[in-house]
């Protein structure tokens, strides 16, 4: 079983007619009408469910956001690859195939984007809230909402820039230490892309408990590392969505470019000092170095330490290629410097997206962990069917570990506890294959992908046909 390389739009919005409105069931609120959020609304009311969607735009913006629509793409207008046998088009299959109102929308609002699923933002919101607006299980409130509903079923998808009240009330609600404001990540790359003929092994000084605390160098000469310098500075930056925000940068995570900023050398004293370090290759000690750290226990993937930045991605792209070892670099996330409000998922959710402590309550979108628009609607999507079945009294099923949407949900409920992150979707989260099928493709990186995808595929459709027909589907 494999999904077709089109994309699946199917004339029925759910792989199953969805059941008939029963006005006795209990009325979801959903807050936040950003992607999780407006596909939650649309998947609940799909399964016979009242909804009510609060937002507070445009009465009351966020930094990033800058109209009053629904479902507003606040920086790129990608929904990432369409490649097929790719994490993301795989995420974006499954959501298809379970009938997303924002995957319809795209498609609507489709613009050439190589293998990428672009959109015009404006059609792809306007596509949105008209199919909520006029959608007759849902309605619509337009304003702040301060405090978490104190009983009944709730969807929280009000994202990484959730309105200070709001955000103060679920870390109480959570525990204050329970609710973290990021603000920025550095680049993560495949590990199978580091040219390992340039860079190497090694901890500082030798300091290393075991050979997982092991980092990856990427060795400068001093010509390397003023060209390296030039290009950082010259290189063009997304607006500074977190000046407006009032979040300073916090002095120990600026990013690279304002480091350069302060000085030529500034960098090889900071996030590219080389001290405690020998190039095996040279004998010598590097005139700067980057260390990559180990990103999941695969070693599937390792980040740039320190390496946090606001470059747009495509500078990104060309200038962190000049980093020597990186010139193939396949980069699984760029840099970024936002404010990030999320919970600590594995410590706080069940699969399900149900608060451990009081299940009525599902988090969806960047609030619960994930990072990403397709990753934000995959999760709106679960909340919504999760939370309608909850209505309409049935079980509620966790998609397959298999499967992408499996996968994601494994991450942010089952990863450690401790330095928690939010994750794009990647192979990494996707279940290894079994030994021998490492073994039989072992030289053969696409046909291994392609493989974990069929199994994937195979695993989604006994869930929608299966165990999952009354809990899942509606
Ligand atoms: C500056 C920035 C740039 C980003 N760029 C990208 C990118 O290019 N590509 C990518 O894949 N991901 C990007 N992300 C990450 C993420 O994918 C997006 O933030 C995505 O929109 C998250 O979806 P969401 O549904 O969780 O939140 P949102 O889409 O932000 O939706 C949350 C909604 O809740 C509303 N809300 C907040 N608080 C309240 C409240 N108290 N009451 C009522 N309504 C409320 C907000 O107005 C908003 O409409 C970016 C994030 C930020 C902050």
Not at 127 to 136: D, K
Not at 322 to 346: D, V
Not at 376 to 397: D, K, N
Request: aromatic letters at 8%; charged letters at 25%.
């Amino acid at each position: 079983m494999a999904f077709s390389p089109r994309p699946i739009i199917r004339k029925t919005r759910t792989a199953h007619a969805p059941p008939p409105y029963n006005k006795s069931l209990e009325t979801i609120q959903i807050i936040g009408a950003g992607l999780a959020g407006c596909e939650a609304a649309w998947q609940a009311a799909e399964a016979g469910v009242r909804v009510i969607l609060h937002e507070m735009r445009p009465q009351r913006l966020t930094p990033a956001h800058k109209t009053g629509a629904f479902g507003e793409l606040v920086c790129s207008n990608s929904l990432k690859s369409e490649l097929v046998h790719s994490a993301p088009w795989l995420l974006k299959q499954e959501m298809r195939r379970m009938g997303s109102l924002l995957m319809r929308a795209a498609e609507t609002a489709r613009v050439p984007g190589g293998h990428a699923l672009t959109v015009d933002r404006s059609v792809f919101s306007d596509e949105i809230t008209r199919a909520l607006e006029t959608h007759p299980r849902i309605e619509i409130r337009r304003a702040e909402v301060t405090a978490i509903p104190p009983d009944g079923i709730s969807v929280i998808a009000t994202g990484p820039l959730t309105s200070d009240a709001l955000a103060h009330e679920i870390s109480r609600f959570t525990g204050a230490e329970r609710l973290y404001f990021y603000d920025s990540i550095s680049p993560i790359v495949a590990a199978d892309s580091v040219d390992m003929s340039i860079a190497f092994r090694a901890s500082r000084y030798g300091k290393s408990i075991d050979q997982s605390d092991d980092y990856i160098n990427c060795p400068f000469t001093r010509e390397q590392y003023e060209a390296f310098v030039t290009a950082l500075l010259e290189s063009e930056s997304y607006e500074p969505h977190i000046a407006e925000d009032r979040t300073p940068y916090f002095e120990g995570c600026l990013p690279i470019e304002e480091i350069a900023r302060r000085g030529r050398d500034t960098l090889r004293f900071g996030p590219m000092k080389p001290v405690g370090l020998v190039n095996p290759y040279t004998g010598r000690r590097p005139w700067a170095v980057v260390q990559l750290r180990q990103e999941d226990q695969r070693a599937g993937s390792y980040n740039l330490v320190g390496f946090q930045n606001h470059m747009k991605f495509g500078d990104q792209a060309r200038v962190m290629r000049m980093i020597p070892g990186l010139e193939e670099a396949e980069f699984l996330r760029f840099g970024q410097m936002h404010r990030n409000t999320y919970i600590n998922a594995p410590s706080l959710l069940l699969a399900t997206l149900q608060l451990r402590a009081e299940p009525r309550l599902f988090f969806a979108g960047q609030i619960c962990g994930v990072e990403g628009y397709a990753e934000s609607i995959a999760t709106g999507l679960l909340a919504g069917r999760f939370a309608a079945a909850m209505a309409h009294g049935w079980p509620i099923a966790p998609p397959p570990r298999a499967s992408a949407l499996g996968s994601l949900c494994h991450y942010i409920t089952q990863t450690a506890a401790r330095n928690f992150q939010p994750a794009n979707i990647t192979f990494d989260l996707l279940p290894s294959l079994d030994e021998e099928a490492q073994t039989r493709m072992r030289h053969d990186k696409n046909a291994r992908r392609a493989e974990v995808c069929r199994r994937s595929a195979e695993a989604f459709e006994e869930y929608l046909v299966g165990a999952g027909r009354e809990t899942v589907v509606g």
